[in-house]
């Protein structure tokens, strides 16, 4: 059996980091638990005996890119790195019923949340919320049904690395494209969720 260790490649940290979320997500309910992974998540940035690997802070020119950091196989989360080129950000999209933290690394993301006000079959209605600015040290989480969000990078020169804790692997999510004849109202369309190139 391949373990944990072996499966994903090595950093500075990585063990510290595991260990971390590992405690954090034991917590007795989901509240608990996504507080206490934000907090881990939050002391994992400023320590600096954490070091992410050197890809991570390489852009992929078309899209924001994805990098599985580790996958928990005693707990079933999953860790994700994703680079932000200047500019680059979502479409509007869900996280598929999984609590999510988010902790900024590097530079800044502008976060936007949106209600759900109505839905009609493949057609929902949203209502943007006020936008959020994080920046390196920040970190915020989502837990369903309150999942519907924006992220982009806050610049236009410089890009952005931040870093996700899933409950389990996100594998597919749910995006809405504004519908041009209907303000405020989005159609609703699925999205496979794919990892960037390898750590090496």
Request: glycine letters at 8%; one cysteine or more.
């Amino acid at each position: 059996m391949i373990s944990d260790a072996t499966r994903f490649p090595d950093f500075t940290g990585r063990d510290r980091l595991v260990e971390a979320i590992d405690a954090a997500v034991l917590a007795p309910d989901i509240a608990a638990a996504v507080a206490r992974v934000e907090q881990a998540l939050s002391q994992a940035i400023a320590d600096p005996a954490i070091v992410l690997p050197d890809c991570v802070h390489e852009p992929i020119t078309d899209h924001y890119a994805r990098r599985e950091l580790y996958r928990s196989a005693r707990h079933g989360y999953s860790i994700i790195a994703m680079t932000w080129g200047p500019g680059q950000g979502t479409p509007l999209h869900d996280h598929d019923g999984l609590w999510c933290v988010e902790g900024v690394w590097r530079g800044a993301l502008r976060i936007t949340p949106y209600r759900l006000l109505e839905a009609r079959g493949e057609a929902c209605r949203f209502q943007p919320l006020p936008t959020l600015t994080g920046e390196r040290g920040s970190a915020g989480n989502l837990i369903p049904p309150d999942e519907f969000h924006v992220l982009r990078n806050a610049s236009d020169t410089e890009i952005a690395v931040s870093v996700h804790v899933y409950r389990r692997p996100m594998e597919h999510c749910t995006v809405f494209v504004p519908d041009p004849e209907r303000p405020g109202w989005y159609l609703r369309g699925s999205r496979d969720m794919q990892t960037d190139a390898p750590l090496s």
